[in-house]
Every structure is written in C-alpha cells, then in structure tokens.
C-alpha cells in the first residue's frame, strides 16, 4: 500500500452536494466544507439553518427522482448520508417501517447514483456503515477484506449492506468514481443516537448495573474524525487516486469497552457509576425472549435491541491502517479530547432530557 507521503495528488471536490445534509452527520459536514471555503448544497427534506454565503438549502425527498435529479445539477462532487437508522430485529419491525427504510436506504441511494451519473458528476462519498460486515461473532481489528453478512439480523445493516454495493459496482460507470466510508458509532455534538437512550435511563434512574464484564470492546467514530476521513476519501476520488471502489473504515483508532466509554459522560452528569455487574449472556437471553412476546402477545419492545447488547458483550472494532495508507486518515482527535469538545453538547442534552421528563411527571399528577 502507499505510505502517507507517497500518495497520489488530492483532487479538488469542486461544488458539493451533501444529501442529508441537515442531519446529524450532514449538517458537521455542510459546515466543515463550507469553513474549508466549499460551494455547498444542502439536500434534505428538513432546511437546512445554516446562514453562509456559499450554501444553497434545497427541501427534498431522497424517495423522489426528479428532486434528486435537480439536486445533482452542476455538483462535481456528492456526499450522500441520507438515510434512515432503524437496528431492531427484521422480525419486530412494521411493514410501513421496513418499506420505508427500504425506499430511503436503498431506492434513495439508486436515485443519487443515477443521477450522479445524469449530470456527469464525477464523485460520490457513501456513508455506509462497519454493519455491513458484523455477523454477530467477534471481531477484533477487523479489516476492508471480511465479507459482507449475507444473514440480515436488522433492517439497517440489511439496506446499508445492498446500497452500498450498488454505489461500489458503480464506481467507473460514466466517468463517477465512487467509494464507500465505514464509520462505527457516530457521537459528538449533536448526537440524537448513541448517547440519547443513556441519558434517558440516568433520568428515569433506570441504569442500575453494567452489563457483562467489562472486556468487550469497539470502536467509535467521533463526528469531527468522521467529517475528515470523508472529505479525504472524496480527495481520493480520480483516476489516478486510490479510493475508487474503495469501502475505508473510519473510526477513532481506540477500542474501548462500551460500558467504560459511558462512564466519563455518566459521572459528568453528576451519577453514580454502577458498581454491580450483570451477565450479559443472561441479559441477552432475557432480551430475546421479550423480543419474542412482544410478537405474540403485544408486549411492549425492550428498551435495547439485541444488536445493541451485542456492542457491550463482544468485541467489534476494525482497523483503520487501509484509510491512513490510501487516503492518509488519522484522527484529528483523540477520545479524551473529542469528550472534551462533546460535554457542553451533552450536558444541554441532559438539562432538555431532564425537563421533559419533569414536565411528564407534573402532568401526570395534574
């Protein structure tokens, strides 16, 4: 592979379109390119509130074609991270909600490839997902040759799997070269994921015990490191570079056990840290059987998927050494820094959380 110093000369992504560009992901990139002094447009059915000179917040559907069709108009480069995160079990989950996700991870994708190519666009950055490749067995420092999971536990990893297939097979088709980034947990501020759930059980006082025995680990992939590694996979986008039908993992380099993680957020909130260990075997047993009644007999679903649990009770983190060779990735920050920069984020996060659930009580009594 080539070292860092010896990689091909960075393309510049020219105008950029970034689908889902008023979410999570989307919206730290949106503003990254445009303080790296891009012309950005903002795809997304929500408006994007970002004030710049340089953006252009245009309201659409992924799901329809002639919007994206419009979207992709004088774009040279395209960042598509539109898309719906749904991990329950394919068993649970709704028709309505199966087809949505379906409509928007993998219809939706089809609609910006194809119209990537419509406008002669010459690059195209996928947000996959590590998903992908998880099977439900250990993985340690697993890298971009394991396969893809043919056996679909969950309705994300299912339509992340065959989109960004589809975007890979693309890659040379029309003059678009098209590569694939992998990230782990996204967290950072404005995180509605990873944390969220966490906080709400600290509220309800519901997080009384850790769940297995603390030697699992996995990766994350902090907003800020993420945002990097995707805009240097897009400089690598030609024909000369090396991330042409490339899939890259893109996480912070340092595994971690999930539970440890937490535990700088929990004890800055002001919590006590759990003490007490459960089995996470027994707990997993318990969550599938809940899953299974909730089928049967409408019980209400548990408050964590099994997939979940999976990231607390067995090792799953991969290695980032193809993205530092080929696009010359390194994380602009380290854990202990990105909490750093998150805390402000999550302890607002927490007041918001806190209030709500006050303002429940409050009427409920009332």
Not at 121 to 127: E, G, N, P, Q
Not at 286 to 309: D, G, N, Y
């Amino acid at each position: 592979m080539n070292t860092i110093n010896s990689l091909p000369a960075p393309v510049d992504p020219g105008k950029v379109l970034v689908t889902g560009g008023s979410g999570f992901l989307g919206s730290n990139l949106v503003q990254t390119l445009l303080n790296k002094g891009y012309n950005v447009r903002s795809f997304d059915r929500v408006k994007n509130t970002l004030e710049h000179p340089n953006l252009e917040s245009l309201q659409g559907d992924i799901r329809n074609k002639e919007a994206v069709l419009l979207a992709c108009e004088d774009i040279d480069t395209v960042f598509h991270t539109a898309a719906i995160i749904d991990i329950r079990s394919g068993s649970i989950v709704p028709e309505e909600t199966r087809q949505l996700s379906y409509d928007v991870n993998l219809e939706g994708t089809k609609n910006v490839i194809e119209s990537a190519m419509v406008n002669n666009i010459k690059r195209l950055v996928y947000t996959s997902s590590n998903s992908v490749v998880i099977n439900g067995q250990p993985i340690v420092g697993g890298n971009e040759s394991l396969p893809y999971v043919t056996e679909f536990r969950d309705l994300y990893t299912e339509t992340k799997t065959k989109a960004e297939q589809l975007v890979l097979a693309a890659n040379g088709t029309h003059g678009l070269y098209t590569c694939a980034i992998r990230p782990s947990g996204i967290w950072g501020p404005g995180d509605q994921t990873m944390f969220k759930l966490m906080i709400e059980q600290l509220v309800k006082g519901a997080f009384k015990a850790l769940i297995g025995n603390g030697s699992a680990c996995l990766d994350n992939s902090f907003i800020h490191n993420l945002v990097h590694g995707q805009i240097l996979a897009a400089r690598q986008l030609s024909e000369q570079g090396n991330a042409p039908g490339q899939a890259y993992f893109i996480n912070d380099g340092e595994p971690v056990n999930m539970m440890e993680f937490s535990k700088t957020l929990v004890q800055a909130l002001g919590y006590n840290y759990p003490g007490r260990r459960v089995s996470y075997r027994l707990v997993k047993q318990v969550f599938q059987v809940w899953e299974k009644l909730h089928l049967m007999i409408k019980l209400p679903e548990p408050p964590q998927t099994t997939l979940a649990l999976e990231r607390i009770g067995i090792d799953n983190y991969f290695s980032i050494e193809k993205a530092r060779n080929e696009l010359g990735y390194s994380p602009l920050f380290s854990t202990a820094e990105a909490w750093e920069q998150s805390m402000p984020y999550y302890r607002t996060l927490h007041e918001t959380i806190r209030s709500r659930s006050k303002a429940g009580v409050k009427k409920k009594v009332a």
